[in-house]
Each structure stands twice: as structure tokens, then as C-alpha cells.
């Protein structure tokens, strides 16, 4: 990405300092595999692929939109990100785990079937879901997306799929304007727009009310989530007001499903979230909840890790 661009590597650079604090030295640490190429059609037309590979620039970067770019290296990132998700979900399906989370960039529930935009080149979450549905011969696969950004892409992608339920919690308006109410799909598709300013309480009231009901119903053989940390109120391209604990909440909330409908299988994938210290507390309340069933004390960006980080930049 150009200098300044929210979606940098630095999001990744800033979680390795986070996972490798003493507090997650339990946790299994998996280096992601490359994924084919070819599972990129399950999800997008071969002319998407296509336009994508010519704009791949031979050095440096190069523009999709004014939102958008790719590097010459673009391809291997998303291939890495997409080889996790799916080493993650064998590993879950296979009960080695019960869960996983993916910290993978570039982000995808922006990517629509025959359209890069929003950061996201190719839709990972919706590429997942398909190749563990086939691989698997599951009949329902859920997803969860609880970014500040509503992911067009992955409700354009399955709209009128019914065996892949997609809902969605965001502020609106906001980037992208899609994920009103009225968009259900074939009853698939669950929308809980959020006014711009709601706190932790008025997130917990629409999942109450209509997403986790929803999900419920749909009873699913496996859950994804989308995983932006992007409605904390700390993040600079949205106005939610979220705290870490609201995220750990919602994690908590989905795995009550997941335990009584899909043996915990859930696997989690990396979206937004640009406030480095905000994404970093937000991860650690998500993970520490996916592996001990609570938030834990608080994580400290600001004194764990932003030190160790400005030393490594000066450096």
C-alpha cells in the first residue's frame, strides 16, 4: 500500500508483538500455508482473476481504485492468507482444534464476484466457506462479519445461496452503502445496521434481537467470522464506539451457538481494524475468548507493546 494507507503491514507487524507476549505463549502459533490459485474461482469469475493478475505491477505498486492497490508481491499475501484460513478449518473439521483465528492481510469481505475494491482483492471468508462446504460435504456454512464495514462482497457472493447464511453488523452510512434490512437474499442474509455513535450496548441489542436468532435457526455445520476490529471507538475510519470487551462479547455469544449446534467448530478470519493499539486489544479479547471461553484481564497496548514498537521503528 502507499505510504499512509490505513491498511498497511503494519497491522501484522503490530500483531506478531502481541503474539509473542508471554500471555499467548500457550497458544499453537501456525505459520499460514500457500493456497492454489485456482480455489480463487470458487468465489470469483475468471475475468475478476484475470483483471486482478493485469494489474499486478512488475516492482512497487500500482492502483485498482482510489482505495485499492497491489504490489508485485500481492499475490503471494492473499494466496498465504487464503492457505490459512483453509490449513485452520482442516484442522478444526478434523477436531486437532476447536477453533482458530487467522491474522491474514489483506482483508476480503469487500471483494465482490467480479470486483476488487475496498483494500480486498479477492473475497478469503467466501473462498473458505466454499471449499469447506465441498470439501467437507457440509450442507450449512455460516458467517459471521461483525467489521464496521459492511462486506458487500461476501453478501453479493451468496445471496442467493441458502445453504451459506451471511450476517452482518456495521455502521451505516459508511463505505461500502450496502447491508440494509431489506437485503435478505434468499433468507440467508441478516443485517444489522448500526447508527453511527452506538456503543457496546446498542451492539449487544441488535445481536440479541435479530443476528444470533438468526444464526441460531440456521443451524450450522460450521461458523466463520469476519473479523474486523474496526468499530472501536480509537479507529479512524469509523465512528462505533466499541471497546475491546465488546468483542470478546460477541465471540462469546457466536461460540454458544457453535456449542450447540457445530461442536464449537468456528475459525475466524482477520478483516479491518486500523488503530494499532485498538486491533491489538480487540485480537487479544477475541482469541482469549475463542480459546478460555472469557475476555481475561484487559490487554494494554499502549504499555505491552507500543514501546517494543517505537524502539523497533527508530531502529
Known amino acids: 500500500m502507499p505510504k499512509g ?19 499467548f505463549a500457550e497458544f499453537e502459533k ?14 470469483h469469475s475468471k475475468e475478476h482473476i484475470q483483471f486482478v ?17 497491489i504490489a508485485a508481491t500481492s499475490f503471494e499475501a492473499v494466496m498465504s492468507g487464503i492457505g ?9 473439521m478434523n477436531g486437532h482444534h476447536q477453533n482458530g483465528f487467522c491474522a491474514i492481510r489483506p482483508p476480503g469481505h469487500h471483494a465482490e464476484h467480479d470486483r ?18 465441498e470439501h467437507y460435504g457440509l450442507e450449512r456454512v455460516a458467517i459471521v462479519d461483525f467489521d464496521v464495514h459492511h462486506g458487500n462482497g461476501t453478501q453479493d457472493i ?29 433468507g440467508n442474509i441478516c443485517n444489522a445496521p448500526l447508527t453511527e455513535g452506538s456503543d457496546g450496548a446498542m451492539m449487544r441489542e441488535a445481536y440479541m434481537d435479530r443476528i444470533l436468532p438468526a444464526l441460531d435457526r440456521f443451524n450450522p455445520d460450521l461458523i466463520l467470522l469476519s473479523a474486523g476490529f474496526d468499530a472501536d471507538s480509537r479507529d479512524p ?36 481494524g486500523y488503530h494499532l493499539n485498538a486491533l491489538a486489544e480487540g485480537v487479544a479479547a477475541h482469541i482469549n475468548m475463542l480459546e478460555h471461553g472469557e475476555m481475561g484481564a484487559p490487554f494494554d497496548a499502549t504499555k505491552e507493546i507500543e514501546g517494543i514498537w517505537r524502539e523497533r521503528e527508530q531502529a
Open 5 to 23: 494507507h490505513p491498511e498497511s503491514p503494519d497491522r501484522l507487524h503490530y500483531l506478531d508483538h502481541l503474539f509473542a507476549h508471554e500471555r
Open 30 to 43: 501456525r505459520e499460514a500455508k500457500y493456497a492454489d490459485l485456482g480455489l480463487v474461482e470458487l468465489a
Open 53 to 69: 493478475k493485469s494489474r499486478r505491477p512488475v516492482e512497487s505498486i500500482a492502483e485498482i481504485d482510489g482505495d485499492t492497490f
Open 84 to 92: 490459512g484460513a483453509l490449513d485452520a478449518v482442516e484442522s478444526v
Open 116 to 133: 476488487p475494491m475496498g483494500f480486498c482483492l479477492f473475497n478469503t471468508i467466501a473462498i473458505t466457506a466454499l471449499w469447506a462446504r
Open 158 to 186: 451468496f445471496y442467493n445461496d441458502r445453504n451459506i447464511f451471511y450476517a452482518s453488523s456495521h455502521e451505516m452510512p459508511l463505505f461500502p452503502g450496502t447491508g440494509l434490512k431489506r437485503e435478505t437474499g434468499e
Open 237 to 272: 475510519l469509523a465512528s462505533l464506539r466499541w471497546e475491546p470487551r465488546d468483542f470478546a462479547w460477541v465471540t462469546g455469544k457466536i461460540m454458544d451457538i457453535a456449542d450447540r449446534r457445530c461442536d464449537n467448530k468456528i475459525v475466524s478470519l482477520l478483516e479491518g
